[in-house]
């Protein structure tokens, strides 16, 4: 059975429809033919029928075509809460005293110039006494017999003067300890 009307929903929507105004239209004819085949006899009464047969359950209706609704909108977000006061700020702490003087250091002992030589007789007059720089060794053996010119001074002890191999011949060694 074909639909020949133009109707947005599809075909088993319509013959549901269908179905369902025969089925009513049937029971109607029914009953009303029960009830005149009551009203028409007055004699005793016949056999009871055959039960008719039943209908033809009707076809599920369609689902509906409605689209799905919007999301909703997200919420705001809070405000942000106030900050709190600032602490008061700690006591100052009290200088230190003043640290105790260091003690003096030792005065070091400087070597004093030699005194220059004395010229030949009437060559030229005694030398001024000067100042010895540092790490020299003045060493005049000028007229001296068997002397040996010294060429450097040094402080060792008698370990390391014993670890000394060959000590040099014109250095002049002071062992302490």
Known sequence: MGNSCSNPFDGSTVLAASYARA???????????????????????????????HGATGIQGATGSGSTGATGVQGLVGATGIQGATGASGYIGLDGSTGATGSTGSTGIGASGATGATGPSGTGATGATGVTPANIVLSDITGLTGATQLTNIMQITSAGYSAITSPAANTLYIIVG
């Open 23 to 53: 089925a009513q239209q049937s029971a109607e004819a029914a009953q009303r033919a029960y009830c005149a085949l009551l009203n028409a006899s007055k004699g005793a009464t016949g056999p009871i029928g055959a039960t008719g047969i």
